[in-house]
């Protein structure tokens, strides 16, 4: 929507993250850089576009998760102190034994709704402790940049879907996903939103794409679930 490039890497402090927004529309020029610290190691981190602020995830020291929002309308005026909003994700279940990484919601094309809140989405496999059935948890983020007090992140949304087997799809060393007529395994990770959850304004419906890694079988063969949520109206 800006026209600028977003880049990130670990930051200087053992627990942080350096975020660098393009001063132009040339990826090889100047950047402005920030860096913000976290309460753990902030593993594994993504990142969305959206129209009050650049949102993002990370895998916390390995054992939870956390979401973020960046003040996006200050970065891209290259403002020396933009403010970050870190957030917990109410009743979100993790496997203990995987990556943990939901998603935030990333803008394709330019027409939004800008009244709408932010989003946060995972998956929540019932084969995991405390997860009744296969579904997806949606967290609404409603964020105040001129009083960040007010700011909140909502209960979930909780969306059944067909039955899926997130697996645990990180392997034994020699991969998780088995082929044919090979003993040589894929690695792959499972308990993760590992591609951007892409939203766009079609004008007539919102359309919101979450891809995630499954086995498809009792064979552990590697598949990709896609669920596309739709709105016609503008919540």
Known sequence: MADRWVVSEFGAGSNSLSIGVSETNDPTGAYNVWDYTFSGFPDYPHYGVWHDGYYGTVNLNGQTTQGFVMERDVMLAGGASPQIYIFNLPQIVVNPNQVKSPAAVNLLGTDIDTSLPGYIVYLQDDAWGGVNVDHLKVWEVDVDWVNSGNSNVSTPQ??????????????????????????????????????????????????????????????????????????????
């Open 158 to 235: 909780e969306i059944v879907t067909d039955p899926f087997d997130a697996g645990e799809l990180f392997g034994n060393g020699n991969g998780a996903l088995r082929q044919p007529n090979t003993s040589q395994r894929l690695a792959g990770h499972g308990g993760i939103i590992s591609y951007g959850a892409n939203f766009r304004d079609f004008g007539t419906h919102n359309s919101w794409l979450i891809t995630f890694n499954t086995f498809i079988d009792a064979q552990e063969t590697g598949g990709i679930r896609w669920i596309e949520l739709r709105s016609d109206g503008v919540n």
